[in-house]
């Protein structure tokens, strides 16, 4: 149902409106999933910024993979939205997310430059911006944490 209050930019504007308690809510799973997810968010945005095969530029790519890894494997246990059985389609995504970790390294490894490039992108586009995105829908707690609960 769509909000019928008149605009008030003051509402979303204001950090006093600003509560953990959703987050909190969805147990310790889903606040370590979301920490370590903004953690990637942080690290792939300093990893693009840095001068590639350089070994800095790989320490920061294995552990970004890292909270990768953890942040897709930590959705299993968030259950929040269920299509099939205790599954939704974001299951499907963190599936893919391992996929395109292995294929990443394994890219890497073999010197394909571009399709490390472009699989690592995908990666960071896919799982942390439109997947990251989707969780500023009403009804969702990062939603709720922002902006309050839906009405």
Known sequence: MLDQRP????RFAS????SLA????????AVIHTILAVMAFLLGLVQMALRKGTRRHRM????????????ALTSFW????RTFGPFSAIHLLST?????????????????????RRSMIFLFVGAL???GGFTFLPDRAIHDMFFGASQ
């Open 7 to 10: 605009f008030d930019p003051a």
């Open 15 to 18: 950090v006093d409106a600003m």
């Open 22 to 29: 959703p987050l909190l809510a969805e147990g310790p799973v």
């Open 60 to 71: 920061a790519g294995y552990v970004w993979l890292g909270l990768m890894a953890v942040v």
């Open 78 to 81: 968030i259950h929040t939205i």
């Open 96 to 116: 893919l997310t391992l996929i395109v970790i292995v294929y990443g390294i394994w890219t890497a490894r073999t010197h394909r430059v571009q399709a490390h």
């Open 129 to 131: 911006v439109i997947a």
